[in-house]
């Protein structure tokens, strides 16, 4: 490898940088076409993706995780794609579905026909909010959105919890 000198000088704070011809023909020279093609084949996966109007969900950055690498991880419940399916937080799943089951009986007009058809509605714009590909099937991913979808409702506050807690 070539050497490459460079200088500061302190006064004016110009930069003096001197490289050997040869290592910008080298480097020019031997382009890879795999690699350019590899480089192409991202960018055109970037641009199918459909960019978010609104900020996307990012997976907790490696830096940031070293840390303290369990802080970031779900210990009841998951929402969302990104830990989903694992095996310690299984038994909330199934109480998401005891959840589901309990919500819709107490909602008559509600189907869960009308329910994953909304979902499946949104599946596409929902996915496009995730920083990363999520590589989950359809169906799955429209079912995931419904069971955390009710799960969520449930730690919103509605107008009658906060008229309760005003009376108390």
């Known amino acids: 490898m070539s050497q490459c000198r460079s200088e500061a000088k302190e006064a004016s704070q110009d930069i003096i940088v001197e490289m050997d011809a040869e290592w910008e023909v080298e480097v020019l020279g031997n382009m890879d076409p795999e690699w350019e093609n590899e480089v192409l084949g991202n960018i055109l996966k970037s641009r199918q993706r459909k960019r978010p109007a609104k900020p996307s969900i990012f997976r907790v950055p490696p830096i940031m995780r070293s840390s303290n690498p369990d802080g970031y991880e779900p210990k009841l419940v998951s929402i969302g794609p990104y830990h989903h399916g694992k095996p310690s937080l299984q038994a909330m799943e199934e109480i998401k579905w005891q959840i589901l089951d309990h919500l819709l009986s107490k909602d008559p007009k509600g189907s869960i026909h009308q329910y994953l ?34 799960i969520i409702q449930l730690f919103i506050p509605r107008e009658s919890m906060v008229q309760e807690l005003k009376i108390r």
């Open 117 to 150: 058809k909304q979902m499946q509605g949104l599946a596409v714009e929902a996915r496009s909010y995730y920083s990363e590909v999520i590589n989950m099937e359809s169906r799955k991913f429209a079912e995931m959105l419904l069971l955390d979808g009710f």
